[in-house]
């Protein structure tokens, strides 16, 4: 028998990998269908809203535009042909790739997003932590324990009700203002990135720390927890070595929901603080209408949320093979 022969062989005798290989193509398949109707929807959007394009470009120059000078802009961005053949030509182009130029700073917008990645990135990374964190903390020291499980939930409900930039306004009030001790804006060094790390993960914790509890209270209940505490195993022990691993199943899930919260607070967040980063360039593509600017960031969130979605599932899958058969 051949190698190949053998390597098919093996894949016969695994229907679960099999499955799983299945899943992910279907994943996949809608990840693109996710990425055609984001690109989709947000070009009939723009188009429909966004008024004169022309008129945004040139009078960000500070021009006083005449109506032959809008007549070549339109022809240079091509905004004088069909809409559909507009549509058809933006989609050709993302096929191969292109996101396009930016009206506004004439320079690819693949080149924009990746100049300005770094500083969200930087943003994103470090508020997922402090919130994947500071749930587990919480979730596991109240867990079950009155009076604190109630007090715990009352702050839980208050931040992830909170709009994200009233939460900002607050913190630069206090540490900023007040007692001078965090920078009010800037990416100059570490002490510039606490507040709006604090700003961007405190509602996302919020939120994980209640659903954490939640699975810990369900797992805390079940035969096994007691069969390790029979044994003499100290509480905290019992919640850190035992509990918390099953439970920890639930944050993965939620991965999804962690990287929409830091991708829609990231455009808040770094308005708020005044730093640099991808939320700062979409701001400013949508107040100037910079239709090939604000179209490459919405297809580049929708692909980063794709690509996260497909690895917890995998994740997920592999974690729980049982899946595969649902």
């Known amino acids: 028998m051949t190698a190949r022969g053998a390597t098919t062989t093996r894949l016969a005798g695994h229907p679960t990998a099999v499955a799983i290989a299945k899943r992910i193509g279907v994943r996949l398949i809608a990840g693109v269908g996710v990425l055609w109707g984001a690109a989709t929807l947000s070009f009939i959007a723009l188009h429909v809203t966004a008024g004169d394009a022309a008129l945004s470009t040139v009078a960000g120059q500070g021009a006083n535009p005449t109506k032959e000078l809008l007549d070549?802009?339109?022809?240079?961005?091509?905004?004088?042909?069909?809409?559909?053949?507009?549509?058809?030509?933006?989609?050709?182009?993302?096929?191969?790739?292109?996101?396009?130029?930016?009206?506004?700073?004439?320079?690819?917008?693949?080149?924009?997003?990746?100049?300005?990645?770094?500083?969200?990135?930087?943003?994103?990374?470090?508020?997922?932590?402090?919130?994947?964190?500071?749930a587990i903390t919480v979730a596991v020291l109240t867990a079950r324990r009155r009076p604190w499980r109630s007090i715990a939930s009352g702050v839980e409900l208050t931040l992830s009700s909170t709009p994200t930039f009233v939460i900002g306004i607050v913190l630069l009030i206090i540490f900023s203002f007040t007692l001078k001790v965090f920078p009010v804006s800037g990416n100059d060094g570490p002490r510039a990135l606490v507040l709006p790390t604090l700003t961007l993960a405190l509602p996302i914790g919020a939120v994980l720390a209640q659903v954490l509890r939640s699975e810990l209270e369900e797992v805390l209940e079940q035969p096994f927890i007691l069969t390790a505490r029979s044994r003499g195993m100290r509480d905290t022990a019992v919640r850190v070595r035992h509990a918390l691993r099953h439970a920890l199943v639930q944050i993965v899930t939620m991965s999804g929901f962690v990287v929409g919260g830091l991708l829609g607070g990231a455009v808040i967040t770094e308005t708020l603080f005044v730093r640099q980063g991808v939320g700062q360039l979409m701001l400013s593509a949508v107040t100037t209408k910079d239709i090939p600017m604000v179209l490459g960031l919405v297809v580049f969130a929708a692909f980063v949320y794709v690509v996260v979605n497909l690895l917890v599932d995998i994740a997920y899958t592999l974690i729980d093979p049982r899946l595969v058969t649902r």
């Not at 191969?96 to 990645?117: C, N």
């Open 72 to 134: 070549q802009v339109r022809r240079d961005l091509g905004l004088d042909q069909p809409l559909y053949h507009q549509y058809l030509d933006y989609i050709g182009r993302l096929l191969h790739g292109d996101l396009g130029q930016s009206y506004q700073q004439r320079i690819e917008v693949s080149q924009a997003i990746t100049e300005q990645l770094g500083q969200t990135v930087q943003l994103a990374v470090s508020a997922a932590v402090v919130a994947v964190l500071l």
